[in-house]
């Protein structure tokens, strides 16, 4: 079973910089990109970039390049989502997924269990 | 505003057969892109119902399925259960975007 691990629940101050992980295991690590999706009350899932494990090549949705920065270890099979100055409305539970299909017809088949980020003053 | 839209609940009783639809446009669900749909329950990680409009992973009942028509897409849960209560959300891709999309989510209630 394909298995995603996401690093713990983060309170931060606004401002403040913040990196979250997702280990995946069970599974060739660099065979399939992850996505990252938000998580908030009042928007629903949104997708918010994906990455290439194995050459690092990204995409962003354009409600998020610029803010984040996706980024991954292979020696540790982990990928990371960074905030350099994160924002009150950072505020969700973000999760890390394993992408698959082809072409414009790709889905997410396994998911992380999410991280809790809490961005007050 | 999501650019794939659902409506925001359902309701059924047990038994019943319920359909959630997933209404896009020709930048998105319109040129043949697949639909997706998943089911996500409070502080859980959402769950792969349908891939690519019509298929069914391992492990989900034949009592979920999916189907794709012009720019609109449809769940639809037969015999329905109390634990099918949640919330769903469609996906596909957007061209205008270049980005993976979600619908806005339904929340499934079952009386």
């Not at chain 1, 990196?19 to 949104?46: A, M, N």
């Not at chain 2, 019509?54 to 794709?68: A, E, H, I, L």
């Not at chain 2, 897409?73 to 980005?99: F, K, M, N, P, V």
Request: net charge neutral; glycine share 10%; charged share 15%.
């Amino acid at each position: 079973e394909v298995l995603l691990v996401q690093s713990g629940a983060e309170v931060k101050k606004p401002g403040e910089s913040l990196t979250i992980s997702c280990k995946g295991s069970r599974y060739s690590f660099t065979t399939y990109w992850i996505d990252w999706v938000r998580q908030t009350p009042g928007q629903g899932l949104e997708w918010m970039g994906r990455i290439d494990p194995l050459d690092s090549y990204t995409n962003y949705s354009p409600s998020f390049r610029g803010h984040v920065t996706l980024s991954v270890d292979k020696s540790v099979t982990t990928a990371y989502l960074q905030w350099r100055s994160l924002k009150a409305s950072d505020t969700a539970i973000y999760y890390c997924a394993r992408r698959l299909g082809s072409g414009s017809s790709q889905y997410s088949d396994s998911w992380g269990q999410g991280t809790p980020v809490t961005v007050s003053s | 505003q999501s650019v794939l839209t659902q409506p925001p609940s359902v309701s059924g009783t047990p038994g019943q057969t319920v359909t959630i639809s997933c209404t896009g446009n020709s930048s998105n669900i319109g040129p043949d892109y697949g639909v997706h749909w998943y089911l996500h329950l409070p502080e859980t990680a959402p769950k792969l119902l349908i891939y690519v409009n019509t298929n069914r992973p391992s492990g989900v009942p034949d009592r979920f399925s999916g189907s794709k028509s012009g720019t609109s897409a449809s769940l639809t849960i037969t015999g329905l259960q109390a634990d099918d209560e949640g919330r769903y959300y469609c996906q596909s891709y957007d061209d205008t975007l270049s980005a993976w999309v979600f619908g806005g989510g339904t929340l499934l209630t079952v009386l």
